[in-house]
């Protein structure tokens, strides 16, 4: 089974009593995180990502309600579980709460065994539906990411790197004539190595952010965000993928298995679209395999729509004085 990370639970409430007896509940099954206003519990939210938030309902500044209507008016926190935890036992504030789309809405004065297992169960949901989702973002063949999985990790990237002006690195990859591959060898030893391609790309990819992803067919995808060194890591897989010595008598680049590769560094994140990044990145992998192919071609797009004039990064890399 895949592991899924314990979940993290911020607890909003202006009371510090009140916090750390909810912490205390939830300390051996979750990662804690506290918050003693509306707009810092915004904030940690944008940052996080949250399984379940305790939230009060009466705070200076934005109370609970409004903080309620933020996050489900936010894409990013839309989803995220929330259950008031509160003071306010009206049948009219519990009602408000519910259609703000609440989970749940417990009063005080808090009764720890009770609160507990509410909490509990509520997050056993959320984390039975994280696993499905999580396995549905998989490819069945080679375990590792899939488009689903590339093209929201993509979106999110660009909106972060564009938020704290940071630098992301995208690639493709394309296997060298996989379909004179599985001519020659049939579809069981291509779907061997695929797999092997995919393991190469999950080893070089051990950040928490980063992505490998099979992109369709032979091609992989791989997304490093705040990353400034795509070029050297598909370099790096491409030497990986030939030292696996895969024989392939009928590539007529090279007596074993290859991979070519098109990357794109873009350190002017703002207001990027990831299709118009895609659409660039597979031009250059094309370029890669017009070019002779076990190679990497890589680009700079360091200002809004245009890629630098140097010239295309030639494996081996290392060797090449055109990369800044």
Same mark, same amino acid.
């Given at each position: 089974?895949?592991? +899924?990370?314990?979940?993290?639970v *911020? ?17 051996n099954?979750?990662r804690?995180l ?6 810092s ?15 009060? +309902? ?10 309620l ?7 990013h926190?839309a989803?995220?579980? +929330?259950?008031f ?9 519990e ?10 809405? +417990?009063?005080k ?9 509410r909490?509990?169960h ?5 984390m ?12 069945? *063949? ?11 990790s ?17 690639? *493709? ?5 996989f ?21 190469? /790309? ?8 980063d ?22 890591v598909m ?11 895969i ?15 098109g ?5 002017a994140?703002?207001?990027q ?11 250059l ?15 700079? *797009?360091?200002?809004?729509?245009q ?5 295309? /990064? ?11």
């Amino acid at each position: 089974m895949i592991e +899924v990370p314990p979940p993290a639970v *911020l607890i909003v409430d202006d009371d510090r009593v009140n916090r750390s007896l909810l912490a205390s509940l939830l300390e051996n099954h979750c990662r804690v995180l506290l918050a003693k206003d509306g707009a810092s519990a915004l904030q940690k939210a944008q940052q996080e990502d949250l399984a379940l938030i305790l939230l009060d +309902v009466s705070m200076p500044g934005l109370d609970g309600y409004e903080v309620l209507r933020r996050l489900r008016a936010d894409p990013h926190t839309a989803e995220t579980a +929330v259950i008031f935890i509160t003071g306010k036992t009206s049948e009219e504030d519990e009602e408000r709460g519910l259609l703000l789309g609440a989970t749940d809405y +417990v009063t005080k004065p808090i009764r720890p065994a009770i609160v507990r297992a509410r909490i509990q169960h509520h997050l056993k949901l959320v984390m039975q539906r994280r696993e499905l989702e999580h396995l549905s973002q998989r490819d069945g *063949l080679t375990q590792i990411y899939n488009r689903r999985h590339l093209d929201n990790s993509l979106e999110l990237a660009c909106r972060n790197a564009a938020r704290a002006n940071l630098p992301f690195g995208i690639g *493709l990859i394309d296997v060298d004539h996989f379909k004179p591959f599985n001519d020659s060898y049939g579809h069981g030893a291509g779907d061997a190595a695929l797999r092997r391609v995919a393991q190469v /790309l999950e080893r070089n990819t051990r950040r928490a952010y980063d992505v490998a992803a099979r992109y369709g067919g032979e091609e992989f995808a791989l997304l490093l965000p705040d990353h400034s060194e795509i070029a050297q890591v598909m370099e790096t897989i491409r030497q990986h993928v030939t030292e696996l010595q895969i024989t392939h008598c009928a590539s007529p680049t090279a007596p074993y298995l290859t991979i070519s590769g098109g990357a794109l560094l873009v350190d002017a994140p703002q207001d990027q679209d990831p299709r118009t990044l895609l659409s660039r990145v597979d031009a250059l992998l094309y370029e890669a395999k017009n070019q002779g192919r076990n190679q990497i071609v890589s680009r700079q *797009l360091s200002t809004i729509g245009q890629p630098l004039p140097e010239p295309a /990064l030639r494996s081996p890399i290392a060797n090449d004085p055109s990369f800044h």
